[in-house]
């Protein structure tokens, strides 16, 4: 009863990690901006490092089941 949470929050963490991981990388490999108005490489690294921090997190509340 009590792992539905984190069930729950860790698939809401992965798709969001591995979804924003996987548009930087279409956006990156087509030489388009992740954000506007921002220098690219910033953009780049804060973007990937958001991913793996809730890819992270996503695993964390997997193993708490």
């Known amino acids: 009863m009590e792992s539905g949470?984190?069930?729950?929050?860790?698939?809401?963490?992965?798709?969001?990690?591995?979804?924003?991981?996987?548009?930087?990388?279409?956006r990156v490999r087509q030489r388009q901006p992740v954000a506007h108005g921002v220098r690219p490489v910033a953009s780049v690294t804060v973007?990937?490092?958001v991913a793996v921090v809730a890819l992270a997190v996503g695993a964390w509340c997997f193993t708490r089941l």
Request: proline fraction near 4%; glycine fraction near 16%.
């Open 5 to 26: 949470p984190a069930i729950f929050a860790g698939m809401v963490f992965a798709l969001f990690g591995g979804g924003l991981l996987a548009w930087t990388a279409v």
């Open 47 to 49: 973007a990937t490092l």
